[in-house]
T-cell receptor, first 113, second 115 residues
């Protein structure tokens, strides 16, 4: 198992464009989390899934953001009509249901120009 | 709700000196506490965690932390700093009685190690 994988690692997009990120969790991890991290700050919780069900969404997740985990395996995070304020590192993490420990991917760094 | 405060956004230590990173938490329920390390342009790696039981927790790379309920603290220490310890460190908390385990992170402390 190679750990949590995120793709792409870097994305530069023009303001107003849509972007989609992918996260592949550790096999058999049924919980999947998305976090956003801006420069000089700790990660902020965005949303999480248990299997394919999205159980919680942060108020940080505006209507332009949508996340899916269609088969309870990989997940996608889409941002529509990107804004410069969306520039950040987007981190994905996964864990087994009965354990507290979350394993993080290397993140996708989004730059909106 | 849970939150953490990390005291000091930057810490500079000499190689071989003690590393001490401070973290205080706030939680309405018994907490789970974590320290993560992040290297530039990388994700977060778990250093150690406190769930229940022994309040002194040992982690990877020679780090340890002590849970002090009376002080609502979970400070991270390493007796002797190595150049490879230069990174950003995050304290995090989740709610023990919750079933979702989402983490609330502090703002982070950047550690610089001087030769």
């Amino acid at each position: 198992d190679t750990g949590v994988s995120q793709d792409p690692r870097h994305k530069i997009t023009k303001r107003g464009q849509n972007v989609t990120f992918r996260c592949d969790p550790i096999s058999e991890h049924n919980r999947l989390y998305w976090y956003r991290q801006t420069l000089g700050q700790g990660p902020e919780f965005l949303t999480y899934f248990q299997n394919e069900a999205q159980l919680e969404k942060s108020r940080l997740l505006s209507d332009r953001f949508s996340a899916e985990r269609p088969k309870g395996s990989f997940s996608t995070l889409e941002i529509q009509r990107t804004e410069q304020g969306d520039s950040a590192m987007y981190l994905c993490a996964s864990s087994l249901e009965q354990y507290t420990e979350a394993f993080f991917g290397q993140g996708t760094r989004l730059t909106v120009v | 709700a849970q939150s953490v405060t990390q005291l000091g956004s930057h810490v500079s230590v000499s190689e071989g000196a003690l590393v001490l990173l401070r973290c205080n938490y706030s939680s309405s329920v018994p907490p789970y506490l974590f320290w993560y390390v992040q290297y530039p342009n990388q994700g977060l790696q778990l250093l150690l965690k406190y769930t229940t039981g022994a309040t002194l927790v040992k982690g990877i790379n020679g780090f340890e932390a002590e849970f002090k309920k009376s002080e609502t603290s979970f400070h991270l220490t390493k007796p002797s700093a190595h150049m490879s310890d230069a990174a950003e460190y995050f304290c995090a908390v989740s709610a023990r009685d919750s079933n979702d385990y989402k983490l609330s992170f502090g703002a982070g402390t950047t550690v610089t190690v001087r030769a």
